[in-house]
Nanobody, 127 residues
Framework: QVQLVESGGGLVQPGDSLRLACTAS????????VAWFRQAPGKEREFVSAHHWRGARTYYKYYEDSVKGRFTISRDNDQNTVTLHMNSLKPEDTATYYCAAGQVADAWTSGNAYSYWGQGTQVTISS
């Protein structure tokens, strides 16, 4: 059974940093695409970042425009974990952040492309 568990959310002030971790069981992150999505109250779920597996040992990283330069995604195959490093956080980053994983060809920004989802972790940016 595949399980994705997110951790690292919390309440921080604007300009602070947070690190979200997605730890998988029953699924090797080394041979899957793992992504982060977020959903703010009253808004649709949106793509944040993906660590996209393209076969063999080839990976690509993608970011939504509003987080480029502030967020970084990384992968630790030994720990079976994908981490989202979030810096210079803004109030508009406030949302529930979800980890998703699966065999994804090209539509890595679409939630429908992912087979597995975590329960989510809350990130609140407020002074």
């Amino acid at each position: 059974q595949v399980q994705l568990v997110e951790s690292g959310g919390g309440l921080v002030q604007p300009g602070d940093s947070l690190r979200l971790a997605c730890t998988a069981s029953g699924l090797p992150v080394a041979t899957n695409t793992v992504a982060w999505f977020r959903q703010a109250p009253g808004k649709e779920r949106e793509f944040v970042s993906a660590h996209h597996w393209r076969g063999a040992r080839t990976y690509y990283k993608y970011y939504e425009d509003s987080v480029k330069g502030r967020f970084t995604i990384s992968r630790d195959n030994d720990q079976n974990t994908v981490t989202l490093h979030m810096n210079s956080l803004k109030p508009e980053d406030t949302a529930t952040y979800y980890c998703a994983a699966g065999q994804v060809a090209d539509a890595w920004t679409s939630g429908n492309a992912y087979s597995y989802w975590g329960q989510g972790t809350q990130v609140t940016i407020s002074s």
